[in-house]
């Protein structure tokens, strides 16, 4: 494998680890929005109506659940594109074909 190839390579990983970083970083932030957001309503859903506060902590654990499937399906694409990269895959092909390789 030449260098050049070696180099490339190592710029394939580096962006894909970047990428899943960014990746993680917005399913994160905005996983701890959408709670900020589903509490607040519940506090507010309590303040007009308190008498609904058992019917409307179950609603609010709910969508949380919901919500918080989100980022964890978004950890394993991205773990998915870290460890088993489809990209270097795709360009050991490329460089085997232009190489003459089958």
């Given at each position: 494998?030449?260098?050049d190839m070696i180099a490339a390579l190592s710029t394939?990983?580096?962006y894909t680890a970047i990428g899943a970083g960014i990746i993680l970083a917005g399913a994160g932030l905005g996983s701890a929005l959408g709670w900020g957001l589903i509490c607040a309503k519940y506090l507010e859903g309590i303040a007009r109506q308190p008498e609904m506060r058992p019917q409307l902590m179950g609603q609010m654990l709910f969508t949380g659940g919901l919500m918080e499937a989100f980022p964890m399906i978004v950890?394993?694409?991205s773990m998915w594109f870290v460890t088993a990269n489809p990209f270097v895959g795709a360009f050991l092909s490329a460089t085997s074909k232009a190489a003459g390789g089958h």
């Open positions: 494998m030449s260098p394939i990983y580096a950890l394993g694409l």
